[in-house]
């Protein structure tokens, strides 16, 4: 099965930008869709944004669109997060997420989980 680390989370002012690694072994990150989801303190953990099986289709929620960007290095076997024009409500602990079958981006629909790395955004 694959392990997930995530790094990279921090705290950034309103506006910066943070750019979150998920540095994965054990399986390549070819033969899972690849998320990231979220959780507030308080808030259920969310969906935030995904790259398909194939690494041809990318998919986000609205709250990011235009500010968050997933994309997969396979030489490395990483799937990363760029986040700009960060929000105070962005801030959360980021989880990197595997999926090895199945069709849904909900956090129930996800087989395999890192630890999360926390991003604290400052207004």
């Known amino acids: 099965q694959i392990q997930l680390v995530e790094s990279g989370g921090g705290l950034v002012q309103a506006g910066g930008s943070l750019r979150l690694s998920c540095a994965a072994s054990?399986?390549?990150?070819?033969?899972?869709?690849m998320g990231w989801f979220r959780q507030a303190p308080g808030k259920e953990r969310e969906f935030v944004a995904a790259?398909?099986?194939?690494?041809?289709?990318?998919y986000d929620t609205d709250s990011v669109k235009g500010r968050f960007t997933i994309s997969r290095d396979n030489a490395k076997n990483t799937v990363s997060l760029q986040m700009n024009n960060l929000k105070p409500e962005d801030t959360a602990v980021y989880y990197c997420?595997?999926?090895?079958?199945?069709?849904?981006?909900?956090?129930?629909?996800?087989?395999?989980w890192g630890t999360g790395t926390l991003v604290t955004v400052s207004s």
């Open positions: 997420a595997a999926r090895l079958f199945g069709s849904s981006w909900s956090p129930g629909g996800m087989h395999f």
């Open positions: 054990g399986r390549t990150v070819t033969t899972y869709g």
């Open positions: 790259i398909n099986r194939s690494g041809g289709t990318t």
